[in-house]
């Protein structure tokens, strides 16, 4: 079996943060992003 087109796909929490430790600063540019998503695939032979 294949994996085949995306069937259903849901995006769940979403969270956005400051890199290290001096979290709370606005003015930075790197940042660590989560993202969950849940995606369900077709199947074909």
């Given amino acids: 079996m294949k994996v085949g087109g995306i069937r259903d796909a ?16 606005t003015a930075k540019i790197e940042k660590d992003v989560r993202v969950v998503t849940t995606i369900t695939f077709y199947l074909t032979k």
């Fill in 10 to 25: 849901h995006q769940g929490g979403f969270s956005i943060r400051d890199v290290g430790e001096s979290h709370g600063d």
